[in-house]
């Protein structure tokens, strides 16, 4: 009877300590290159209250005031203008031809980010002559873009 006992206590301490140890528990560990940048107008004013969804996220978000929005690098972001009609800053009695730009905190703008908009077509993010990172869009337009 002693033995049975010894055996099962044996067991149960095994059964106990396989458990342990530094085993992959599958868990998902997002990762940590969180990048932010931010939506601004030819004046750098921001664009706040742009709804956007990254491949991350699991709702739509929308920019706050300052117009930031954030991702991790390979994401494609979606942002829905619509309602925002914007000008031409080199000629701004043209009320169709949509300028936005993407800057970083310091308003360093983000060329050569790829993009497909729903209405405008395709496009990468350039250096207008005013200031980098301006990307072009239609009235009420869908955009993608390959962050």
């Known amino acids: 009877m002693k033995k049975v006992m010894m055996f099962l206590a044996s067991l149960g301490v095994m059964v106990g300590l396989n458990g342990c140890g530094g085993g992959d528990s599958g868990g998902y560990v997002p990762p940590t ?11 750098g004013n921001s664009y706040g209250d742009i709804p956007y969804k990254c491949d991350s996220m699991a709702v739509w978000s929308a920019t706050p005031a ?3 929005f954030s991702f991790y690098p390979g994401e494609n972001c979606t942002f829905d203008f619509t309602g925002l009609y914007g000008t031409d800053p080199l000629d701004p009695t043209v009320p169709y031809n949509e300028y936005i730009y993407i800057v970083d905190d310091l308003d360093n703008g983000k060329n050569g980010i790829d993009y497909s908009c729903e209405y405008f077509g395709v496009g990468t993010t350039y250096n207008d002559g005013i200031w980098d990172g301006a990307f ?3 009235a009420n337009d869908a955009c993608v873009f390959y962050l």
């Open 33 to 43: 290159d969180l990048t932010t940048l931010f939506l601004v107008d030819d004046l």
């Open 66 to 68: 300052n117009g930031e």
């Open 136 to 138: 072009d869009y239609d």
